[in-house]
């Protein structure tokens, strides 16, 4: 099945511990992204990457790294949480031209403490 | 920078009516603009795409349509049924690059037997 899988779905941390979330798509797509979302702000876009070792900033990247090693895998690292980083995030990832659709995971729901 | 605007109240509808979402958007004309459906804690899912030369766009009870001159995009669902009811974003690239896709907050719909 096609699918992006996120893990964890909930994850509970204090500020200050580093943390990663992973994202992997079956589906050879070339482009991928993160996504945090936040009640009446939207979805927001952290990072994204075109394709492997091609990553760019996005509306909010502060705080935040990525990596994008391998085609199918585009982990979140979170070097020193803090509690406005808590919110719902989306990994999301489509072939890369401006008509793909974006096939999203199920989310990771992040409380920083 | 760019601003996408949904109506942030939810729209109550009747079961069989049609339901319309606006979405508006400022300065920058994108050369797609998308649709996603998202039901609570759940990951967007791609609807329909529409380019910037299409007026319309139709997927069986989903028609989209696109106004570069007013700069917005209305959804509409026909004949709308509970299993409708959900939040409804609408997305567009906001650069000449494609990478950088930005979303509306979304508008709840509610379809009531």
């Known amino acids: 099945e096609a699918q992006v899988t996120q893990n964890p779905r909930y994850l509970i941390t204090v500020t200050g511990k580093k943390l990663t979330v992973t994202c992997s798509q079956n589906m050879n797509h070339e482009y991928m992204s993160w996504y945090r979302q936040d009640p009446g702000l939207g979805l927001r876009q952290i990072y994204y990457s075109m394709n492997v070792e091609v990553t760019d900033k996005g509306d909010v990247p502060e705080g935040y790294k990525v990596s994008r090693k391998e085609k199918r895998n585009f982990p979140l690292i979170l070097e020193s949480p803090s509690p406005n980083q808590t919110s719902l995030y989306f990994c999301?990832?489509?072939?890369?031209?401006?008509?793909?659709?974006?096939?999203f995971g199920n989310g990771t729901r992040l409380t920083v403490t | 920078s760019q601003k996408i605007e949904q109506n942030s109240e939810a729209l109550n509808i009747q079961e069989g009516k049609t339901a319309t979402l606006t979405c508006n958007y400022t300065n920058y004309s994108p050369a797609y603009l998308q649709w996603y459906r998202q039901d609570p804690g759940r990951g967007p899912v791609f609807l329909l795409l529409?380019?910037?030369?299409?007026k319309e766009k139709r997927k069986e009870r989903l028609k989209v349509t696109f106004d570069t001159t007013l700069k917005q995009s209305l959804f509409h669902i026909t004949a709308s049924q509970p299993a409708d009811s959900a939040t409804y974003l609408c997305a567009l690239d906001i650069t000449d690059s494609w990478g950088k896709l930005q979303f509306g907050a979304g508008t709840q719909v509610v379809v009531t037997p």
């Open positions: 529409i380019r910037e030369n299409e």
């Open positions: 999301a990832s489509s072939f890369g031209r401006a008509d793909s659709p974006l096939h």
